[in-house]
């Protein structure tokens, strides 16, 4: 791969001339990236770890209202980044988009930072127990607008980070291929640990000395985040928008099902569809993806008429005929949707730490000594806590004594990671429903509010929920960034946080369902009452258990299966990998050996 201010035949673009001395890309545009991701995530966290908290008590929300609004905003921010992902594939870049998605989040913090300045854009304060005022529908109107900016700049930001970090790296060299594998975990790292360091402040301050400063704080981070993106400009490789892999992927639908009835098992020679190449074509430059199932998808790039070719061999209708390198990358995602799923089950079981959890830990005793209380979303860095300590571990202090004793490299699989994360998921949620029984059966007892139980009884299962996304997520994202080609990174990161929404979603699903269930005949609902006293949580918490126990079973019999042993194969004189899901794009791994990639992170 060439790089900026070689040859523009390779697809990137300079922001500003660059000599051969100093080529762009590599660490030194990396650390800027870092930088802004830093102070990006560190707002947005600020943000997402204490939003509960902040419409509980400065706009008078509980129950079921109030869960549905962090799930549905959570949910909506994860799925913007399919939008994102178009955005950037087809008009903007990555560059670009990652700018405007940082500006959105500023403009939306900053309205957040004036809803709790201005006491007329939010209720009267309601205490604990007493009567609540409801917010105005124009106050509501406010409130989402601003997050509804946030969720914008989120949908521009998450799909094109991690994949504008792996485009600074050149993966045809043994050297890129090394760097890229440190990046990813450092990478998740590096801000991991800034998150847990700024939070514990941020947070403090939000809960028990100002909202406001505690929003201004992350609103400042935000345009920092932006000064030093702006600042590396000059050292980023960045490649031009060449079409949305997503608008590729439904032509291939559209064409297969338009030749659903061609038999390709019959004797008859098919032709099948390759673009000429014209000079500088970026498709020609794509590597060729091999996927042995789903043949179906085949007969959307099988030639049935000459008519479907114009003079220069170019389809005169797309959505009738697509290549075989349009047809391999929608294999390569199909094949990759069984595990996705199970990557779905554990992250329902991270939201409720975000709503549920948080609501258990502000109905317990949170005080530390004589003079300080916990914040209630203190809770949450634990799960952090735990999540670095075992990235640092892994990498640290495993892997390099497994391999000195070994011999060989012995990194735990994507197989493993996976099915570690559904184990820690459900002994997550059975940690939080023992948890819960005891906290309600002592306030109940001595019929306060507030249990007497302290909230450090919350640890575990926030601990199981850090090392459920370390082991989970984590491999999840592996699996989606090296399985696909590198024109398809915005896609990987895309059906990431898809993966997120889709769990909020069926978070809210599953809230709103038991409380209705459970509240038919003038019963009381287990969930849905401002007093979690007045609920039964526990039992909420045993049913996502179960549900998790589902998820282990499914993975363990029907997806890994959808996880094998690559093998390496030589195509057109480069390495990549084959196996029963699809190829990888490029050989991260080497052409020596066949291991696992080092974790990827995910924000």
Same mark, same amino acid.
């Given at each position: 791969?060439? %790089?900026?201010?070689?040859?523009? #035949? ?30 990006? !995530? ?13 419409? %509980? ?29 178009? $955005? ?40 604990? @127990?007493? $009567? ?15 997050? &509804? ?7 521009? =930001? ?59 704080? +992350? ?16 050292? *980023?490789?960045?490649?031009?928008? @060449?079409? /949305? ?60 008429? +000459? ?5 220069? &061999? ?51 005793? !949170? ?7 916990? +914040? ?5 860095? #634990?799960?952090?806590?735990?999540? /670095?300590?075992?990235? *640092?571990?892994?990498?640290?202090? *495993? ?8 011999? %060989? ?7 493993? %990671?996976?099915?570690?994360?559904? =184990? ?21 007892? @001595? ?80 969930? &849905? ?65 066949? !291991?696992?990639? !080092? ?5």
């Amino acid at each position: 791969m060439e %790089r900026e201010g070689h040859s523009p #035949s390779n697809g990137e673009f300079p922001l500003s001339p660059q000599s051969d001395s100093k080529k762009p890309g590599g660490w030194k545009a990396i650390k800027f990236i870092l930088g802004n991701e830093s102070f990006e !995530k560190l707002a947005s966290m600020s943000l997402l770890a204490n939003i509960t908290l902040y419409l %509980r008590t400065r706009y008078s929300m509980s129950g079921i209202f109030l869960v549905n609004v962090v799930t549905i905003w959570s949910g909506t921010s994860n799925i913007a980044s399919i939008a994102g992902a178009i $955005v950037s594939d087809i008009y903007l870049g990555r560059f670009r988009t990652l700018l405007i998605g940082t500006i959105f989040s500023l403009l939306g913090m900053g309205a957040m930072t004036l809803t709790a300045g201005i006491p007329e854009l939010r209720p009267p304060v309601c205490h604990e @127990q007493s $009567v609540c005022i409801d917010p105005q529908k124009w106050q509501l109107a406010f409130l989402f607008s601003s997050l &509804g900016l946030v969720a914008l700049g989120a949908g521009a =930001i998450r799909p094109c980070n991690i994949a504008f970090g792996a485009d600074q790296f050149d993966t045809s060299t043994e050297e890129g291929r090394s760097q890229l594998n440190s990046f990813f975990n450092w990478w998740y790292f590096s801000f991991t640990i800034a998150l847990i360091i700024a939070l514990t402040g941020v947070v403090y301050i939000q809960t028990n000395i100002s909202w406001v400063i505690g929003f201004a704080i +992350p609103t400042a981070c935000l345009a920092l985040s932006i000064t030093i993106f702006l600042i590396g400009r000059y050292t *980023y490789i960045c490649k031009r928008p @060449q079409g /949305s892999v997503f608008v590729d992927m439904a032509k291939v639908v559209s064409a297969a099902f338009r030749k659903r009835k061609i038999n390709l098992k019959s004797g008859n020679q098919h032709s099948f569809y390759e673009p000429p190449q014209f000079g500088h074509d970026p498709e020609s430059e794509m590597p060729k993806l091999l996927v042995k199932k789903f043949k179906c998808f085949d007969k959307a790039a099988v030639i049935t008429d +000459p008519s479907e070719l114009d003079a220069q &061999g170019m389809p005169t209708n797309t959505w009738k005929l697509s290549s075989m390198q349009q047809v391999e990358q929608l294999k390569c995602l199909v094949g990759i949707v069984p595990v996705w799923f199970s990557g779905i089950g554990c992250f329902v079981v991270m939201d409720q730490q975000n709503t549920f959890g948080i609501l258990q830990a502000i109905q317990m005793k !949170k005080s530390f000594g004589n003079h300080f209380t916990i +914040p209630p979303a203190w809770m949450g860095i #634990s799960s952090m806590v735990a999540l /670095s300590i075992w990235i *640092y571990i892994y990498e640290i202090v *495993y892997i390099p004594r497994a391999k000195k004793i070994l011999k %060989r490299d012995s990194r735990l699989t994507i197989k493993q %990671r996976i099915r570690a994360g559904i =184990i820690m998921s459900i002994l997550c949620m059975v940690a939080a429903g023992i948890v819960e029984k005891r906290r309600r059966e002592s306030a109940l007892e @001595q019929g306060s509010f507030a249990s007497s139980l302290h909230v450090a009884a919350l640890l575990p299962q926030f601990i199981f929920s850090g090392l459920t996304e370390a082991s989970a997520a984590v491999a999840v994202m592996e699996l989606l960034t090296t399985q696909m080609s590198e024109n398809m990174r915005s896609v990987a990161g895309a059906m990431f946080f898809f993966s997120l929404s889709i769990a909020s979603y069926l978070s809210s699903l599953i809230v709103n369902i038991i409380h209705s269930v459970t509240g038919g005949n003038g019963k009381s609902p287990w969930l &849905g009452s401002h007093d979690l006293n007045k609920n039964r949580l526990e039992y909420y918490y045993f049913i996502i258990a179960a549900l998790a126990c589902i998820n282990l079973i499914y993975f363990t019999f029907f997806g890994s299966s959808f996880i094998s042993s690559a093998k390496s194969i030589k195509v057109e004189g480069e390495l990549h990998l084959e196996n029963s899901v699809g190829s990888m794009a490029q050989d991260f791994r080497g052409a020596t050996e066949t !291991k696992d990639l !080092k974790e990827l992170g995910a924000a």
